[in-house]
């Protein structure tokens, strides 16, 4: 069953008590699927791997950037411009020769996501956009797979196992996604460092749960972290039989990971995109409402730097701004702006104005780090 090598990896498992070695057989036979190489996903990659879960396949379209380093830990600065399935792979083969681990380097979507889902026994979602989420949900409830899931921004993170033996799916918690740009993407909002750290090794411990048949997983229930001052509660969910009436996949994502903000269609008397920006720039008032040391790594020149916070308060012709001109207001992605341009108009008597479409990301070309 074990080799002599596995013998001497997994002895505290096999000693363990209400484990040993028919639940590290289990995990042994057992394959995972983790959507994502993020902040979630590489804590949760090395305990799987580092338990002796016996398959891994990781997918995830991006490479390591180095605003990624200070939360996920499968990356090192050597690793920058590398694709993160790669440098997983590697790191996790270092880590534990003993299992067999694939990278995938693509995106989740319609064309593979049922396949990946059914040649596993467990999904991990690491994804960090409603898209994606969904897709995931709905692949694993065609399949019959379960998956645990995990979410953070800030401070504050959740996490839960859905369509696990009849229980609640993600569509149970969230029967649909939100508008876009409801939600700020974590580019956007921030993330404490060590928060995906936690929920990433919760989402590890439910996956082991899973695959040994060992515990109580959370299914029915959604975990609630509060990093701030280490408040946990749990909430109970019901499932939703119409939840499961699913036919088909949802539409591929849309737009980079941690940047849905910035991706699909957009409404021409809110937004303008950067090239037609470019294209009038000499005619237009730019504000820029991002903080000031996101300024400070650049900024389009000419814009007027006034904080979303601060715009309601702040006397606006005393920067020189002129409410009866046009107006083009910006921030790193475009939730913020699309704040900023009713709060223009409404309190400020802003006649034509108009919030950057993907904001200052878009108008460099450079997609957000997750």
């Known amino acids: 069953m074990f080799s002599a090598a596995e013998l001497v990896r997994y002895q505290r498992h096999l000693g363990l008590a209400g484990f040993g070695p028919e639940a590290q057989a289990k ?74 681990i694939e990278g995938v380097v693509a995106r989740l979507d319609r064309g593979n996501a049922l396949a990946l889902v059914r040649a596993a026994d ?11 989420r969904y897709l995931v949900n709905d692949a694993c409830v065609l399949a019959d797979r379960p998956f ?14 859905f369509n696990w033996r009849g229980g609640p799916t993600y569509r149970c918690l969230f029967p649909a996604p939100p508008p876009p740009g409801a939600a700020p993407s974590c580019a ?29 997983p959370l299914s029915g229930r959604l975990l609630l972290w509060d990093a701030w001052s280490h408040a946990t509660r749990t909430i ?39 090239d037609a920006l470019r294209a009038r720039l000499a005619d237009v008032q730019l504000i820029d409402v991002r903080e000031a040391w996101e300024r ?15 715009l309601a308060d702040t006397d606006l012709a005393a920067h020189g701004l002129d409410p009866g001109r046009f107006t083009v207001v910006y921030c790193a992605g475009g939730v913020r702006s699309r704040r900023a341009v ?8 802003f006649a034509e104005v108009r919030g950057l479409h993907g904001g200052y990301r878009a108008w460099t070309g450079r997609a957000a780090a997750g």
Do not use: M, W
């Open 27 to 100: 995990l042994k036979a057992g394959s995972v699927l983790v959507v994502g190489a993020g902040g979630l996903s590489c804590p949760a990659l090395l305990y799987l791997a580092a338990a002796g879960v016996g398959r891994i396949v990781v997918i995830d379209p991006d490479r390591v950037e180095s605003s990624n380093l200070q939360r996920q830990v499968l990356f090192t600065t050597e690793d920058i411009g590398r694709p993160k399935a790669e440098v997983a792979v590697r790191r996790l083969r270092a880590l534990n020769p003993e299992i067999a």
């Open 122 to 132: 467990v999904v991990v979602d690491g994804s960090d956009n409603f898209a994606t």
């Open 148 to 161: 645990v899931h995990a979410a953070i921004q800030g401070f504050e993170g959740q996490a839960s196992v």
């Open 188 to 216: 956007e909002a921030g993330v404490l460092g060590v928060l995906p750290g936690l929920l990433g090794t919760i989402q590890a411990s439910e996956a082991i749960k899973l695959l040994a048949g060992i515990g109580e």
């Open 236 to 274: 109970a969910l019901a499932a939703d039989p119409r939840s499961r009436a699913i036919t088909e996949l949802p539409p591929d994502p849309v737009g980079e990971a941690c940047a849905v903000d910035g991706g699909g269609d957009f409404d021409p008397r809110e937004e303008l995109d950067a």
């Open 296 to 310: 400070a790594l650049g900024a389009i020149d000419g814009a007027v730097h006034v904080p979303l916070d601060e």
């Open 342 to 349: 009713p709060a223009l108009r409404e309190r400020h008597g």
